[in-house]
């Protein structure tokens, strides 16, 4: 059974940085195409970025900001933030896919399989 579980969000100022962390069990990292997705207040779920290992992802909205790696050892995926916006306010989500390969857009929450719970990050302007 896959279990995904987040940490490290919180509360910070505009400007400033954060590394939110995502474990996993019963998956094997370097078989998966791994993600981060975050959802604001009434808004839909949307990509940040992913990797397949082949290819990584960006959302335009965090190009050069933010930077997705992995521990293949520790089953470990980080997502690391800098120069935080207010609008990067949301629920954020680690997620895996069965396979490398994306069928379709990288960034549809549909083309993953499983999802963590969820960590808050609020950036206070």
């Known amino acids: 059974q896959v279990q995904m579980v987040e940490s490290g969000g919180g509360l910070v100022q505009a400007g400033g940085s954060l590394r939110l962390s995502c474990t996993a069990s019963g998956l094997t990292f370097g078989r998966y195409a791994m993600g981060w997705f975050r959802q604001a207040p009434g808004k839909e779920r949307e990509g940040v970025t992913a990797n397949t290992g082949f290819r990584t992802y960006y959302a335009d909205s965090v190009k050069g900001r933010f930077v997705i790696s992995e521990d293949y050892g520790r089953n470990l995926m980080y997502l690391e933030m800098i120069t935080l916006k207010p609008e990067d306010t949301g629920v954020y989500y680690c997620?895996?896919?069965?396979?490398?390969?994306?069928?379709?857009?990288?960034?549809?929450?549909?083309?993953?399989?499983?999802w963590g719970q969820g960590t808050q990050v609020t950036v206070s302007s």
């Open positions: 997620a895996a896919r069965s396979g490398r390969c994306f069928g379709g857009a990288w960034d549809s929450p549909a083309n993953f399989d499983y």
